[in-house]
């Protein structure tokens, strides 16, 4: 356990709000996604300035930074005519959120989400679209947790705030103003999309979801892959065209879930949340630019466990190329503008292939680029997503980035316990289980010779 007492909660507004709001603030895009908190929490070391400073930094600059996040002052209601999702731009204030514990980083279990994440992370209200929370802890370091609502940015938005937080604290300035206009993804007349996307998405009825206990059966962990295994797995991943990291990783996981899956199964999937911003016509780049909404789409594809077994990395890296191709393009994204604009009055959605039915699945995202996070105080040791568990079943990774120039990735995991007893037998070890000595927080008695 780490016991957090809350020592400041209170609401910062803006401090001089536009006069006027972008007409549409929640896209289909948005609402498919729909609104869930989660946040990106960081873990930084004991800084050479005393705590209250760090508080009284956050507190002076936060007014004027909320200036280009406005929207994120307001709250997040239902409308009361369609029910859906939809946000008032009132300035009643983001929250701040201030505390401490004597908990020291060097006796968390960071391998553990559910022992160090989960707990670090801490509660706030369904309506908020943002809560900065600051936590010290017993051995001086703290944690900053930028807690949202998915419904009003996807993780290159949120990557966007967090890395303008940094810049706007040192500079006092931004050198592009986020973009929160959403008016560039309205439905086309007429509506147009393949009858198929009924397929991919299916209504989040909690009665016919993978019951509580199920869900809760899933362990959550904290793996580091070094820059030295990438390297490895890359190379064997690659053939007339080089694999990415990304690719070359799935291509990895994919034979694990295939070791998991064992007799029981025929067939397993891997599928990977795509960024669409880089796969938008040029009709959308002004719009790209430092946009925060939800442009992201989904894509699978299923094998046959004996193939993916005997096969060498090459051909899952084929495949994975293959899915994310056939949705690189704008008419993909206009087509779930359009399709969503047709099913959004009939209750939340979500994507079939997470829900945990069918064959066993594991859903992938990556964060491919560095977050900025030093502001003013050192750059954090660790910076990972976090998201309240929910009732799909599927498993997931959370890829990102790690601090520094190592090369390694830091990943969030939702596993099976099969699935997690393969990664933890593997051979090749290439996921590590991240722990606070890994990370430098040595207990106090201990030193380095």
């Not at 419904?151 to 938005?157: F, P």
Request: proline share 6%; glycine share 6%; charged share 20%.
């Amino acid at each position: 356990m780490i016991p957090i007492k809350i020592t400041e909660r209170t609401l910062i507004k803006a401090s001089n709000p536009p006069i006027s709001t972008p007409k549409v603030l929640i896209s289909n895009l948005d609402l498919i996604i729909g609104h869930f908190q989660g946040s990106i929490i960081s873990i930084y070391p004991p800084p050479s300035s005393p705590f209250q400073t760090i508080v009284s930094t956050i507190q002076s600059k936060l007014p004027f930074f909320l200036n280009y996040l406005y929207p994120y002052t307001g709250r997040i209601i239902a409308d009361p005519v369609s029910n859906l999702s939809s946000l008032i731009c009132n300035n009643h204030g983001a929250e701040f959120v201030v505390g401490e514990t004597e908990t020291p980083l060097s006796s968390i279990d960071f391998g553990d989400m559910d022992q160090s994440l989960s707990l670090i992370h801490l509660p706030f209200a369904l309506d908020l679209p943002l809560s900065l929370q600051l936590v010290r802890f017993g051995c001086g370091g703290f944690s900053l947790s930028w807690g949202m609502s998915h419904l009003l940015q996807d993780g290159h938005g949120i990557a966007t705030i967090v890395t303008a937080w940094s810049n706007f604290v040192r500079t006092g300035t931004l050198s592009e103003n986020p973009n929160h206009d959403r008016s560039i993804f309205v439905p086309r007349l007429p509506l147009r999309y393949n009858p198929l996307l009924d397929q991919e998405f299916t209504l989040y009825k909690p009665s016919e979801l993978i019951n509580v206990l199920g869900t809760a059966s899933l362990l959550r962990k904290i793996y580091r892959v070094e820059a030295a295994d990438i390297d490895r797995i890359r190379a064997e991943a690659s053939g007339p065209i080089r694999a990415t990291r990304l690719e070359a990783v799935s291509a990895y996981v994919w034979k694990l879930l295939a070791t998991a899956v064992g007799a029981l199964d025929t067939t397993c999937r891997l599928a990977w949340i795509i960024d669409g911003r880089k796969r938008l016509g040029p009709k959308y780049n002004e719009a790209m630019k430092c946009y925060l909404g939800n442009v992201i789409t989904y894509t699978s594809r299923e094998a046959r466990v004996d193939e993916i077994k005997k096969q060498s990395l090459m051909y899952g890296a084929a495949l994975m190329r293959e899915a994310i191709e056939e949705v690189s393009c704008e008419e993909r994204f206009e087509q779930l503008v359009d399709w969503m604009e047709e099913h959004k009055n009939a209750g939340k959605w979500t994507e079939t292939v997470g829900v945990g039915l069918g064959s066993p699945t594991i859903v992938i995202s990556f964060m491919p680029f560095r977050l900025k996070q030093d502001f003013g105080f050192g750059d954090p040791v660790l910076t990972l997503p976090w998201m309240r568990p929910g009732r799909l079943g599927s498993c997931s990774l959370n890829i990102i980035r790690s601090h520094g120039n190592d090369g390694s990735l830091l990943v969030t995991a939702r596993l099976s316990p099969s699935l997690a007893e393969v990664m933890r037998q593997d051979a090749e070890k290439v996921f590590k289980l991240v722990t606070a000595e890994s990370l430098g927080f040595l207990p106090a008695t201990t030193s380095r010779l």
